[in-house]
């Protein structure tokens, strides 16, 4: 797979222009395979790549742009950078912030997200913080016994 979206995004780089939004996914792709084979350097660097494409090619607040973010957040967790992690995921929020309302589910999942950040950074006051957000929104819309209530409580 690796060689196929290295192949791939060669073809993509020669035959669009530098910004295009196409190269962007290849590198969020290829960036996904690199994480699951342990290449979190290689990871960070081509969803790097593919978050300052996106930056120039849709606006500050696209949906596109918080998915990177997060993937980039993970990317940096799993390298030990937790303050990076950390102003990645502050940043994810505040998109999914404006693009979802309040008790959007993708809201409690990145605020539970962030929590872990804050956790590992030892800053157990925001953790427990965030947490409390992150678990008000599902309980306040799912039955109790909904598996995405399951998810969110088992932060």
Same mark, same amino acid.
């Given at each position: 797979? @690796? ?15 530098? $910004? =295009? ?15 699951? *084979?342990?290449?979190? !350097? ?11 494409? @996106?930056?120039?090619?849709? #606006? ?20 030990? $950078?937790? !303050? ?7 940043? @994810?929020?505040?998109?999914? !912030? ?5 008790? $959007? ?15 590992? *950074? ?16 599902? !309980?306040?819309? *799912? #039955? &109790?016994? =909904? &598996? ?5 409580? #088992?932060?």
């Amino acid at each position: 797979m @690796k060689s196929l979206l290295q192949r791939a995004l060669a073809v993509q780089e020669r035959a669009l222009s530098p $910004d =295009h939004p196409d190269i962007a996914a290849t590198l969020d792709n290829l960036a996904d395979v690199f994480g699951q *084979l342990g290449g979190y !350097e290689q990871q960070k660097s081509l969803l790097q790549r593919a978050l300052a494409i @996106k930056e120039r090619a849709f #606006s500050p607040f696209h949906q596109t742009i918080a998915v990177t973010l997060g993937n980039l957040a993970v990317a940096f967790g799993r390298l030990g $950078d937790y !303050e990076q992690q950390k102003s990645l995921l502050q940043r @994810k929020l505040a998109i999914e !912030e404006r693009a979802f309302p309040p008790n $959007d589910l993708t809201i409690s999942v990145t605020l539970g997200n962030l929590a872990g950040a804050f956790e590992r *950074l030892g800053d157990f006051q925001q953790q427990w913080l965030l947490l409390q957000r992150a678990f008000a929104i599902p !309980e306040g819309d *799912l #039955s &109790p016994d =909904h &598996p995405m209530l399951a998810l969110a409580l #088992s932060y």
